[in-house]
């Protein structure tokens, strides 16, 4: 596969299937791995790092899950790829610095990918469509099972897995949802939420982790402690949690629509109107708008958008997205033209 061969790919999470899918875009789970006898990544030679980059990637091709899978060698991409495979969230941002001795292993499913060198020498994750956290784990815990029995992994009894930021160690576990929550935020009730959620030892990031900010009603939940508790115990806790926002959402879309479904349905409609009129159009303003559009879908006021269609537009609406679709590098006003026209392409296709 060739990183071009993913653009025509619609990844398994996006596919807005799944538990709860109405509110969950997705539950991922994320392994932090490191080598016994070998320095974290911003301590190692590049030596080291090598040795790293060839332990794993060949241990990785040997196992059943991953053995279809490609291993992009970041060195070799230019910087529009590496922004890529991020908007994809296939790797983090701060794998796309320093790229000398990194890469990233993604199946050909783009459920499961592998930073290699990041923070850690491996972060695996597996991300799959709608509120699906244990499924998530099970399937995870297979590959990090499979792999153990091939590498020696840095674990001590008292402390467990370690890992670079101690925030990790233990189990080296981090799960996240993320959740797309536009009546909470309407309703002016999202505040109050993400207060609670923070005293509960919970992380609140936007659509691209660490680093950044909720933007279009989406919200991404993560746990925060690693270390103490056992993979199934933090798994159960952040299950607890994301159902109740899930039922505090539900419940706040079924008072909108008792009370103010003209209204609701007025803004709704003005943006599917914008999107499929607007010509030129940004990143920022297309994520609101999608996810108006979204809402309206979701409770059955739009009628001829899935939200398969609506899920691939917030990603290939991306910057880097546009720009492999245009087989070019395009400034930010071309990128407005060119998303405007996919968009409208799309939407006034259905």
Known sequence: MQINDLINHTSEWLKGTGPNSDVVISSRIRLARNLNKLPFPHWASKAQLNEVMEKTSQAMLKIEPLKKSTLFTLANLDNIDKQFLVERHLMSIEHTQKTEQKAVLVNDEENIAVMINEEDHLRVQLMQSGFNLFEAWNIINGID??????????YLPDF?????????????????????????????????????????????????GEGTQASGNFFQISNQVSLGHSENEIIENLNSLIRQIIEQETQTREIMLSKSKDVLEDRINRSLGILKSARIITSQETIELLSMVRLGSDLGMIKDIGRLTINELFITTQPAHLQKLENKKLSSQERDLARAELIRKKLNLL
């Open 160 to 208: 467990g897995y370690l890992t670079a930021c101690p925030t990790n160690t233990g189990t080296g576990m981090r799960g996240s949802v993320m959740l797309h929550l536009p009546a909470l935020v309407m309703s002016r009730q999202i505040e109050r939420v993400l207060a609670a959620i923070a005293k509960l030892s919970f992380t609140t990031r936007g659509l691209y």
């Open 145 to 154: 099972d499979a792999l153990a029995k091939i590498l020696d992994y840095a």
